[in-house]
């Protein structure tokens, strides 16, 4: 995982995106994962598993259900992988990163602006 967050940090950089103080936080201390969504973001900064969501998000043609992304991502649909993908889903939704037009169905978040999304690039 924290090779992930280090992933993460040198997209940033790369990118000239400002690296939250959450990501760089020493042994795993308040460790943010999932940064928030601002602009110029792509979803390349987030973990593999998020970033499968977002991009199953994003390739739908309309909002989904935790229970239809599950056997997406390879995880078999029991009770457990459904409502863990669920809890993703709704961090997702708390960053910025998807919206909850209806509850328990998820969509790609429109920001100002956005002529299109451009995360999932």
């Known amino acids: 995982?924290?090779?992930?967050?280090?992933?993460?940090?040198d997209v940033l950089e790369a990118r000239n995106v400002p690296v939250p103080r959450e990501?760089?936080?020493?042994?795993g201390i308040g460790v943010m994962v999932?940064?928030?969504?601002?602009?110029g973001l792509l979803a390349?900064?987030?973990?593999?598993?998020?970033?499968?969501?977002?991009?199953?998000v994003a390739d739908a043609p309309g909002p989904l259900q935790a229970k239809q992304i599950v056997p997406q991502i390879g995880l078999e649909a029991t009770t457990a992988k459904i409502e863990g993908t669920r809890a993703k889903l709704k961090r997702l939704v708390e960053r910025g990163w998807l919206a909850e037009g209806t509850p328990g169905r998820f969509t790609l978040a429109r920001h100002d602006g956005d002529s299109g999304w451009a995360n999932s690039r």
Request: proline share 12%; net charge negative.
């Open 44 to 56: 390349e900064v987030l973990p593999d598993v998020y970033r499968d969501i977002v991009e199953i």
């Open 1 to 9: 995982m924290l090779a992930e967050l280090s992933a993460a940090e």
């Open 34 to 39: 999932v940064p928030p969504w601002r602009e």
């Open 23 to 27: 990501a760089s936080a020493p042994h």
